[in-house]
């Protein structure tokens, strides 16, 4: 959970913005959530001008919905969404690691390296939290390696919404081993300097991550009908 530390009065708004963005992130605030304001701003010992303004900003954003007369509440991704998002993030993510592989410095595939290491430490102590905070620096690595801003801006605009769904598809049975092996690849094309071999395995690593959360839903509606 975000710290309760004091917040500055110069641009407080924006400082509000970023603890609710984290918020949202780590789920503290879970999609389809009403933003309790009057809470937030006691807490936080704000008054609701900043905090109103704040929450613009994630609703500029898409993170939360702001909703006439009955207030604000964090974006819930439709299995619509997801299905629509993850084929672009596919080929975004692709093309950063194509980009990453052909500018990478001998030191940046050693960090890669060392980013991946964690995500085997996850992936053996079946930690899906750790698992899904690793993969995210890694790709956020991969993307900075790219080094290209029209692509960072792109990806950057999107990624957010995958992070709202904060790795569900990792709680299908044996998608983390089936993650864990995608990055091995991955990391062994990127050694090798194959940028045209990381991006296609780049793209397949986004695609499977939907297939198991297909999957993961699917499973879910299938129990809740059972139970119901």
Not at 5 to 25: I, K, N, Q
Not at 143 to 155: I, P, V, Y
């Amino acid at each position: 959970m975000v710290a309760p530390t004091p917040l500055r009065p110069a641009s407080l708004h924006e400082e509000v913005a970023t603890r609710l963005r984290a918020m949202v992130f780590d789920r503290v605030l879970v999609p389809g959530q009403w933003i309790d304001e009057l809470a937030l701003a006691r807490d936080w010992e704000i008054s609701r001008t900043p905090l109103r303004e704040a929450l613009k900003v994630l609703a500029s954003e898409g993170l939360v919905t702001l909703v006439p007369r009955q207030g604000c509440r964090v974006t819930e991704m439709s299995e619509d969404d997801a299905d629509e998002l993850f084929p672009v993030m596919a080929l975004l993510e692709g093309r950063c690691a194509f980009e990453a592989v052909r500018k990478a410095r001998p030191a940046d595939v050693k960090e890669l390296r060392r980013l991946h290491e964690v995500l085997e430490k996850h992936a053996r102590a079946r930690n899906i939290d750790g698992y899904y905070r690793a993969n995210h620096e890694f790709h956020s690595k991969v993307q900075a390696l790219a080094d290209n801003r029209w692509l960072d801006r792109a990806t950057n605009d999107l990624r957010r919404f995958l992070r709202l769904l904060r790795g569900r598809q990792l709680n299908w049975p044996g998608r983390i081993e089936a993650s864990i092996n995608e990055h091995r690849v991955l990391i062994a094309a990127i050694e090798h300097g194959d940028a045209a071999r990381a991006e296609r395995l780049m793209h397949d690593h986004l695609m499977a991550q939907l297939a198991a959360l297909k999957a993961l839903r699917a499973h879910e509606q299938q129990t809740s009908t059972q139970h119901a």
